[in-house]
């Protein structure tokens, strides 16, 4: 079952090296028009930024990710 994120993190990633070395504004307008979940709303959008921030490194880490535990917290099983 695939979640919204891994739908979006593959079309994030190829728009973010597609556009590598324009302005943001542009890399902006081509992220927006590769939107692929119709209405810009509710809990897919909401995703579809947050990848964005993660792909582009103004947010750190994606707790989403399978792999990344904090250091602080051990596994529980």
Do not use: C
């Amino acid at each position: 079952m695939r979640t919204w994120r891994d739908s979006a993190r593959p079309i994030i990633a190829k728009v973010l090296k597609e556009m590598h070395g324009q302005p943001e504004k542009e890399i902006k307008k081509a992220l927006r028009k590769a939107y692929p979940f119709g209405a810009r709303s509710m809990h897919p959008y909401k995703i579809w930024l947050d990848e964005i921030k993660v792909q582009t490194g103004k947010r750190k880490f994606n707790m989403r990710a399978k792999d990344i535990v904090p250091e602080n917290q051990g596994q529980l099983f």
